[in-house]
């Protein structure tokens, strides 16, 4: 284990919030690596804390696919695997698609001038380096966008798979040679929102989530 590992202190986030930060964090640098052991105790002497807000943000890092409980061996983290990354995006393809063409007739003039200053944001924060910067603006601009359908029922659905795709997403954005790739294809979904051209809209998701299932994959075969 990582002698790194130190709590992220927030004074406004439960403890079990803070444990889950600092944990997630560490996983997705690589810091703890994929079949590495979560032991509670071991955990709990290095983060200063109880063994119950370790126990509770291990399950949050399993709701998010980042560990996982073997029978009688505990919990580890989850190593990243095509099946389980093809799985989510499947998902998350089918559902996006849904939310960009709901999207694409009830989006308001306000939610598009807001999208279009968030796709800026993204650009600008590829050149800060930092990969969690990156990732929430990536993340604040399908939320618009899902937000737009007025379907609070798809939001939550989306919102369960987002967790569950953001160790894939961070992989993504780690090579910055995707980073063209995705500000063309977020420029071309705000194009076809603007134009309510639903065909346009639907086809540049589908690219945007096709293109990442190709890079990750790559990306894991060669970590194998």
């Known amino acids: 284990m990582t002698d790194d590992l130190t709590l992220n202190m927030d004074a406004y986030l439960p403890l079990r919030d803070v444990v889950f930060n600092t944990l997630r964090e560490a996983i997705l640098k690589g810091e703890l690596k994929p079949g590495e052991r979560l032991m509670e105790l071991q955990l709990a002497a290095k983060l200063g804390v109880s063994r119950t807000?370790?126990?509770?943000?291990?399950?949050?890092?399993?709701?998010?696919?980042?560990?996982v409980t073997i029978p009688r061996k505990g919990a580890e983290v989850a190593k990243m695997t095509e099946k389980d990354m093809e799985d989510v995006l499947q998902i998350r393809d089918a559902l996006d698609e849904?939310?960009?063409s709901i999207a694409c007739e009830q989006m308001t003039k306000e939610?598009?001038?807001?999208l279009t200053e968030t796709m800026h944001e993204f650009e600008e924060s590829t050149k800060s380096k930092d990969l969690k910067k990156i990732a929430a603006a990536d993340v604040q601009f399908h939320d618009i966008i899902y937000?737009?359908?007025?379907n609070p029922k798809l939001v939550n659905m989306l919102n369960n798979l987002r967790e569950q795709m953001y160790r894939y997403r961070v992989e993504y954005l780690k090579d910055e040679r995707n980073y063209p790739t995705l500000m063309r294809e977020h420029s071309e979904i705000v194009e076809g929102l603007m134009t309510k051209d639903k065909g346009r809209v639907t086809e540049a998701m589908h690219k945007h989530v096709k293109n990442q299932v190709v890079a990750v994959k790559e990306m894991i075969r060669e970590q194998e």
């Open 53 to 67: 807000p370790i126990r509770e943000a291990i399950r949050m890092l399993e709701q998010e696919g980042l560990a």
């Open 98 to 100: 849904l939310a960009a």
């Open 111 to 114: 939610q598009l001038d807001t």
């Open 147 to 150: 937000q737009a359908t007025g």
